[in-house]
């Protein structure tokens, strides 16, 4: 008899399921639970044959548990299926990767679907008893038909004939992610796309006698199966050949297309002695490595899997905020560094105030990893936009905003013409908008990112280059690109007297700055000693806790007369 588990803490839902499973499925036996600690609960009481969790609920969502179930159901047959409103592909593949055997749309669930699922279930349990009693692993020789290597089913099978032989003393996954391939796709198209996954795989295939297995297991990811690894040593060693063979130009169209990849690496028995455990480990640490940046290489530790999780959370947080808009903003003023007046104000984004709350460097790396960053982005400029034209008929027509723009807006060539419209719509000139770019954005080198300037610089807005000093800076952003603000960040600011480099790069940067014809911004000023400091040096502009925190725009409005005043008595200013 076929034993299943729902978890969803709809109970409409549930009895739906129930209704289905009984109408086209005889001999059922079905559990339920309203909650993820009760799904947990009977998972360690039980044993199921398939378990359905809904992903979007209360206090642990289905990622989460997804993850927690598989640690109960490490010795056992984890058939897991998530059930998704309306499932996109990328959030579909991320539960695939992290262990689900299927996603299916919880709105469009039918008989025959379920009666699928079940089939395919029972044909993996019949090979698997088949695999215990004979006490042999065959593995047939299943070709991806792309590539024409080995697919994901048959190198999962390698993975446990691998780990399964006796006296193993240890072995390694080692998983490649192609950076930016949908990119690859979109700019040269698919065919294109295929061939360069061809190309790797044909010169992936034959560079390493160590590898038991070489196999495509996702639309862009490679994964090598190592036996026997002498150290961690020889696998980093491995890896750097991955990445270097990857690394080597491909001649395509008469076009030489440069491609790049990250690596998770995981081991056995270090890391676990279970084969579904192995894989999700290294795809956890191919998630660090993508965070890292370009042909980065990372062996999965433990702690990884709470940090994937709290990213989850985070991630889920944010578009469910984005959904309610209610994400925060406040506003920092900035001043005329010669007088005091009011000059603009820097837009910055809050968490709303609610439980659990997160800190901007938290959810923007978040955000941005996600892909959220970009809608995000869109509330912050429409918001602040609204804002300043509200202001500058209230407080001063001649006020600016300062937006910070995401290295992924950057590589959107819509987001000029997005900026643009958002002006026209408030009414706004070109030149109220300031636009300030991080040095890292810059590092990029994306030709892309060089037009995209150029033509927000064309619509007449400010540009300004953030963060200056930080240790990311190379003077060559302020020759290549129409860079009009530079923002020399606070660490560079000396704190007292006795900071003599502090001092001689402060006053280095800007006689540098002045001479280029840069407009200068000091930020981060939180002592008096900074400001008389930053004020003998004839700055342009300046803001920082010592004039004012960032405030909500009614705090802002309310206070701006007594701010006013009591700055320009701080500036010595009339």
Known sequence: MNKFLIIDDDAAVRKHLIRLFQHGILEVQIEVASSASEGIEKLKDSNFDVVFIDYRMPVCDGFELLVQAQTILVDKPSNIVIMLESPDKALRAECLKAGAIEVIDKHDINCSGLLEIVKSVGARQHVLARRNDDNVVPITVAKDSLTQILSRTEFEASIRTTIGLENQRNAAIILVNINNFRSINELFGTE??????????????????????????????????????????????????????????????????????????????????????????????????????????????????????????????????????????????????????????????????ETPAYFPDEFIPVAEMSGTIAEIGKFVMCTS??????????????????????????????????????????????????????????????????EVILELKSIGCNIALDDFGTGFSSISHLLNFPIDIVKIDKSVIPACDNEYKQHAVTKGLVMMLKELGSVIVVEGIETEYQHNIISSLDINKVQGYFYNMPCAPLMFETAFAKQQSETKQVFGAS
């Open 192 to 353: 294109v796309g295929d061939r360069i996954l061809q190309t790797l795989a044909k010169r992936l295939s034959i560079f390493s006698k160590d590898m038991v297995s070489f196999a495509r297991v996702g639309g862009d990811e490679f994964a090598i199966l190592i036996d026997g690894y002498e150290n961690f040593h020889f696998l980093k060693k491995v890896s750097d050949q991955v990445l270097q063979i990857i690394n080597n130009p491909i001649h395509l169209r008469e076009q030489q297309i440069q491609v790049s990849a990250c690596i998770g690496i995981s081991s056995y028995p270090n890391d676990s002695v279970n084969e579904n455990e192995l894989y999700k480990f290294a795809f956890i640490a191919l998630y660090r490595a993508k965070q890292l940046g370009r042909n980065k290489i990372c062996l999965f530790k433990h702690e990884m899997q709470e940090k994937v999780l709290r990213r989850h959370q985070i991630e889920q947080a944010i578009k469910q905020t984005l959904k309610r808009g209610s994400f925060r903003m406040v506003y920092q003023p900035i001043y005329d560094g010669k007088n005091g007046a009011l000059s603009g104000a820097e837009a910055l984004i809050r968490w709303p105030d």
């Open 385 to 450: 936009l609204s804002q300043l034209a509200l202001w500058r008929k209230t407080i001063n027509p001649n006020l600016s905003m300062n937006v910070n723009v995401s290295p992924k807006q950057l590589i959107d060539k819509t987001f000029p013409n997005f900026v643009k419209q958002a002006l026209t719509k408030y009414d706004l000139p070109a030149n109220s908008l300031t636009l300030e770019l991080t040095e890292t954005a810059l590092m990029d080198g994306s030709e892309n990112i060089a």
